[in-house]
């Protein structure tokens, strides 16, 4: 169930002014969607959407399982370099109103270390995930972060010639401050500017079933994510003749997605070159913001994709 948590005391006071006390008018019903709702929204719709982009689908690209050359006590380890991007549409905030497609693309570098064998079916292998990179690309004045996560993923059933392989992933990934939006800090301001600034946790789970046909293999995957800001914050302002003016507010959302995904791998000599597919759910609009206003609807989903490059170390 999707879940919008906005925290009820902005929403009662409206954006804080720069000057520190609330007033009406920086919610003023002139310009709703380029006031405060705007920029809520553009919040509530960026973390997931930029989240899915650190995220990626198959948390361990392709078909195979971890394999590798076993030297002594060395474990079997799977190294991965993944680019991935997504088409994200978010409220436009600097015009009164509209949307705006943009393509945040993030780097990986992930390892994938066999911790268990399970038993002779291969039911109950454990791998431990680990992964690192750069976020950039999100748009309107938006800034670099970077990625960290950490997470298991545990085979439920392991391929044969006459049955798929399945597994069972879960991360918890951490996306340092990202930036959607410009402050207008110089003057006059041409239009209306808001911001959303913020970081991001993500606990995600993923079910994945795939097979191999010679070199070739192909697997499906659904996948569920709880995206939560960090240390959020909105900024709006509006033209020095405009109304409404100005206001600021810290904020946080929190945020639960679905999304499925297919990855198509071909094997190397020594791992394997995965391109991925996916789509993620939309999300529900935040109080006061009319979905489709000015052209912007949070209940849109998303596609998302990357391409990936496993070496078994």
Not at 26 to 39: F, I, K, Q, Y
Not at 41 to 69: D, H, K, M, W, Y
Not at 204 to 217: E, M
Request: with cysteine; proline share 5%.
């Amino acid at each position: 169930m999707r879940r919008v948590a906005i925290a009820a005391a902005a929403l009662a006071f409206g954006c804080v002014p720069a000057g520190g006390s609330a007033q009406s008018s920086a919610c003023g019903a002139e310009s709703m969607l380029s006031g405060c709702p705007g920029v809520y929204q553009a919040l509530a719709s960026a973390a997931p959407q930029f989240g899915i982009v650190a995220a990626a689908g198959n948390a361990v690209p392709g078909v195979e399982g971890t394999r590798g050359v076993t030297l002594g006590i060395i474990p079997r380890t799977t190294g991965m370099l993944r680019v991935s991007g997504a088409a994200v549409h978010l409220p436009d905030l600097e015009t009164a109103g509209g949307e705006r497609a943009i393509t945040p693309v993030a780097v990986k570098l992930g390892t994938a270390t066999q911790l268990f064998d399970g038993t002779a079916g291969g039911t109950g292998a454990l791998d431990l995930l680990l992964e690192g990179g750069l976020l950039t690309g999100t748009g309107q004045g938006g800034r670099t972060a970077a990625i960290f996560g950490a997470g298991g993923r545990l085979a439920l059933l392991r391929e044969t010639f006459a049955t798929p392989g399945v597994a069972l992933s879960g991360m918890f990934r951490h996306t340092g401050r990202m930036q959607y939006g410009s402050d207008c800090s110089a003057l006059p301001c041409v239009g209306f500017d808001g911001e959303a600034v913020f970081g991001l946790n993500d606990v995600s789970a993923r079910l994945t079933v795939g097979k191999r046909v010679g070199p070739v293999g192909l697997a499906v995957g659904a996948g569920w994510d709880r995206f939560s800001t960090t240390g959020g914050s909105i900024a709006y302002r509006g033209s020095p003749v405009a109304t409404p003016s100005s206001g600021t507010a810290e904020v946080d959302v929190d945020d639960a997605r679905w999304s499925a995904f297919v990855n198509l791998s071909k094997s190397l000599l020594l791992g394997s070159v995965v391109a991925e597919a996916g789509w993620m759910s939309g999300g529900d609009a935040v109080p006061n913001y009319t979905p489709g206003q000015g052209g912007y609807d949070p209940g849109q989903g998303t596609f998302f994709g990357s391409v990936a490059l496993r070496v078994q170390l």
